[in-house]
């Protein structure tokens, strides 16, 4: 893919926030990023926290983090606490205390109330399918509940009643009085409340009514004094069901809302239902799996938290459903690991050379950059030994000249460090390499060999003084541009070559590298020690991304 604007062009939220400034409309804008605690985070909510974070941030105003907690079933501390330190590692901090819907069920419930006494609220009790059957279709209105012409003092009763626990879960709920026949469904006496007898999270037992979203989400923002109430532009639709409880309530503020599209990504699924799917059938190994478009998966692939940041500029803001290129999230990883990423060697594929006239027990030091481009990135020390590995890829008995590789009777480079010729193959009984005998050539070190070329420059590691790890070769999890629209389910577009396990050599520093430090290993790809697994005893690296686009390649050819 072409190289994306560094530049990113400016958006319409961007411009709406500040015309609100200058004209005066705003001292202060105030935003909120609101996920509701039923999973891990992904690349999706990236883009709205990056959106929300970001424009308080760039204006001098506050952004909160409010999680829209309606739905105790399916909401857990555990994905709180991801949440929260998702939101962290991206670089954001919001304002004050983290905050819950929950925080305002005592507000909410008065504002019910405030609702039966205008009445404008009542208790109906349909069941859930005389309720959809009432409610009418897109293009039939629908009708009047039985139980809409309640007396206030009924409905006052009732809902008390409702919030005391003496009614079953299912035998009633309380409605917004709006009109049945309103085009937009929304308006047609939405639930408000509903009986659950479940313990909530953060509110333990206190309740067993709980207000609906669309009932919670708009009041949470009014109560916040959220000036700019962002979200995806499937709400669209609840934004007149929003203003109308705003309008006919007694709330302290009047935020606006703004829709923007959802990211959708190729080659990935975006929704916290499907993702917990591949979870629970165990696909991947848990949320943050670095297979994963979670926040927490991209993380443990070796993301870092400012090439999220530039992917969710480079996409841009808009109000039209597209689909990003998975090639522009990986772009944006390996743009910043190619700047900042230290150089390392590590061979995936190891096959043994023995230097036949090295002698036997000595080791040299060789100089290698820490990075080509970087001075503040300190040269390494890398033992030369009488064995080393090389990758096998890096070997063939025989091959053309397009071959840039070591040949039998051929010269290559170690990098860094001497030209070797092979000039022996060993092999076991099937007929296996197990083995080439190489002999070195001293004169070559920092300097080309007089009279004769080399086929190219291959890397190595010390078979003495390298360390073993287990690398994780991962790619994308998905084999189909589109999983969750291809026949037979996303399930059946798995790709099978997504987790590929390499017990490798690495030089020997590698081993003490910090979990989440990020290297180049030269020639192979960006890789990163495992945020949990990795440590000196027992190294473990991911792979991030390869060193080019090879999807865009073989596609094409
Ligand atoms: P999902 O459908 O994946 O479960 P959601 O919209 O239900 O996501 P929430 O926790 O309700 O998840 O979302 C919190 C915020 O993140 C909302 O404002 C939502 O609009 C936004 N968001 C969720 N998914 C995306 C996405 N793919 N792109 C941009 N913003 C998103
Ligand atoms: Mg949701």
């Given at each position: 893919m072409s190289k994306p604007d560094t530049v990113a062009p400016s958006h319409f939220l961007r411009t709406i926030v500040r015309d609100d400034l200058e004209s005066g409309k705003y001292a202060k804008i105030a935003t909120r990023f609101p996920p509701e605690?039923?999973?891990?985070?992904?690349?999706?909510?990236?883009?709205?926290?990056?959106?929300?974070?970001?424009?308080?941030?760039?204006?001098?105003?506050?952004?909160?983090?409010?999680?829209?907690?309606?739905?105790?079933?399916?909401?857990?501390?555990?994905?709180?606490?991801?949440?929260?330190?998702?939101?962290?590692?991206l670089g954001f901090q919001w304002d004050g205390d983290v905050r819950f819907s929950s925080n305002y069920f005592d507000e909410l419930h008065a504002y019910a109330i405030e609702l039966i006494n205008k009445g404008l609220a009542y208790v109906c009790e349909l069941n859930a399918e005389e309720m959809r059957e009432y409610r009418g279709t897109l293009k039939q209105p629908g009708k009047n509940s039985p139980y809409r012409d309640r007396s206030v003092e009924e409905n006052l009763d009732l809902f008390n009643r409702m919030t005391a626990g003496e009614f079953d879960e299912g035998t009633k709920v309380l409605r917004a009085k709006i009109d049945m026949s309103a085009p937009n469904i929304n308006l047609r006496d939405p639930v408000m409340y509903r009986i659950r007898k479940v313990s909530h999270h953060q509110t333990g037992d206190k309740w067993c009514v709980y207000p609906s979203y669309d009932f919670t989400h708009g009041q949470s923002d009014a109560l916040e004094g959220i000036t700019h109430s962002i979200c995806t532009l499937e709400f669209e639709d609840h934004k007149p069901l929003?203003?109308?409880?705003?309008?006919?309530?007694?709330?302290?503020?009047?935020?606006?809302?703004?829709?923007?599209?959802?990211?959708?990504?190729?080659?990935?699924?975006?929704?916290?239902?499907k993702l917990a799917q591949l979870v629970e059938s165990n696909i991947v190994n848990g949320w943050d799996d670095p297979r994963m478009p979670t926040i927490s998966g991209l993380r443990r692939r070796g993301y870092t938290p400012a090439s999220l940041r530039n992917f969710c500029e480079m996409i841009g803001v808009t109000r039209s459903d597209s689909m990003v290129d998975v090639g522009m999230l990986e772009y944006a990883i390996r743009d910043d690991l190619d700047k900042n990423?230290?150089?390392?060697?590590?061979?995936?594929?190891?096959?043994?050379?023995?230097?036949?006239?090295?002698?036997?027990?000595?080791?040299?030091?060789?100089?290698?950059?820490?990075?080509?481009?970087?001075?503040?990135?300190?040269?390494?020390?890398?033992?030369?030994?009488?064995?080393?590995?090389?990758?096998?890829?890096?070997?063939?008995?025989?091959?053309?000249?397009?071959?840039?590789?070591?040949?039998?009777?051929?010269?290559?480079?170690?990098?860094?460090?001497?030209?070797?010729?092979?000039?022996?193959?060993?092999?076991?009984?099937?007929?296996?390499?197990?083995?080439?005998?190489?002999?070195?050539?001293?004169?070559?070190?920092?300097?080309?060999?007089?009279?004769?070329?080399?086929?190219?420059?291959?890397?190595?590691?010390?078979?003495?003084?390298?360390?073993?790890?287990?690398?994780?070769?991962?790619?994308?999890?998905?084999?189909?541009?589109?999983?969750?629209?291809?026949?037979?389910?996303?399930?059946?577009?798995?790709?099978?070559?997504?987790?590929?396990?390499?017990?490798?050599?690495?030089?020997?520093?590698?081993?003490?590298?910090?979990?989440?430090?990020?290297?180049?290993?030269?020639?192979?790809?960006?890789?990163?020690?495992?945020?949990?697994?990795?440590?000196?005893?027992?190294?473990?690296?991911?792979?991030?991304?390869?060193?080019?686009?090879?999807?865009?390649?073989?596609?094409?050819?």
């Open positions: 605690p039923n999973g891990y985070l992904h690349v999706g909510h990236a883009k709205s926290i990056c959106l929300n974070f970001g424009l308080a941030d760039e204006f001098g105003g506050t952004c909160n983090l409010r999680f829209d907690d309606t739905n105790p079933e399916k909401e857990s501390e555990e994905y709180v606490r991801s949440i929260k330190e998702d939101v962290n590692w929003y203003n109308w409880f705003i309008e006919n309530l007694d709330v302290p503020a009047q935020p606006i809302q703004y829709e923007f599209s959802r990211l959708n990504i190729n080659y990935t699924v975006m929704s916290k239902r990423a230290a150089r390392a060697m590590a061979v995936l594929d190891p096959l043994k050379v023995t230097i036949s006239n090295f002698p036997e027990g000595e080791v040299e030091m060789l100089t290698a950059a820490g990075h080509p481009n970087r001075d503040d990135m300190a040269e390494r020390q890398i033992p030369f030994t009488k064995t080393v590995y090389i990758d096998r890829a890096d070997f063939r008995e025989e091959a053309n000249k397009k071959y840039k590789r070591l040949v039998t009777g051929g010269e290559v480079r170690l990098r860094y460090g001497y030209c070797v010729r092979a000039d022996e193959v060993i092999k076991d009984e099937n007929g296996e390499i197990v083995e080439l005998i190489c002999s070195y050539d001293p004169d070559t070190l920092g300097k080309k060999p007089e009279g004769r070329k080399i086929r190219g420059v291959i890397h190595w590691v010390s078979a003495t003084h390298g360390e073993q790890a287990e690398v994780r070769v991962y790619d994308r999890l998905f084999n189909v541009e589109q999983p969750d629209r291809e026949e037979g389910g996303y399930e059946a577009h798995i790709n099978p070559e997504s987790l590929v396990v390499k017990q490798a050599y690495i030089e020997p520093g590698l081993k003490l590298a910090n979990n989440e430090e990020r290297f180049q290993f030269e020639r192979e790809g960006y890789f990163v020690a495992d945020r949990h697994d990795h440590s000196a005893e027992k190294p473990v690296f991911n792979k991030v991304i390869g060193l080019r686009d090879s999807w865009a390649k073989i596609e094409g050819a």
